[in-house]
């Protein structure tokens, strides 16, 4: 499939997101894999009452190894990456923490409407591709 815009998906529910819940959710395309989850604190960025909410790509910028899997509630962060221990801080849009990554971690924008996350864009080139949609 070919997309010339972001689309507007349902990703979620304010309500059954918990602390430290990871969800996964393909966007935009069917394959390109994000996680949801809900940090301690506020986010950059982040939606919901207490604008904790967040969305990341699950791709490493460095060499596109899975952080998706890796994202500590406690702390804030996503990794370190298996593949070359990149760690990067989903309260301050996906910045690069430590590790090889030079690049932030890709942010998926966020909307909240009577309770239901959707996702409406993204910020950051998601690795392995050459430009972004508008
Ligand atoms: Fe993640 Fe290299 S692919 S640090």
Known sequence: A??????????????DLGDGDVET????????????????????????SDGDIVA???????????VEGLVD?????A????????????????????GAATTDLPQVRLDVEDGDIYATGIDGLVYGYRNNLR
């Open 2 to 15: 070919r997309l010339d815009r972001y689309p507007r998906i349902l990703v979620g529910s304010v309500g």
């Open 25 to 48: 959710f393909e966007y935009p395309l069917e394959g390109t894999r994000n996680f949801l989850t809900r940090i301690e604190g506020e986010a950059w960025d982040g939606v919901g």
């Open 56 to 66: 990341y790509n699950g791709l490493c910028t460095h060499m596109g190894c899975s």
């Open 79 to 98: 990794g370190p990456c298996s593949c070359h221990y990149t760690t990067f801080d989903l309260s301050k849009g996906g910045m690069v923490v430590s």
């Open 73 to 77: 509630p406690g702390q804030e962060m």
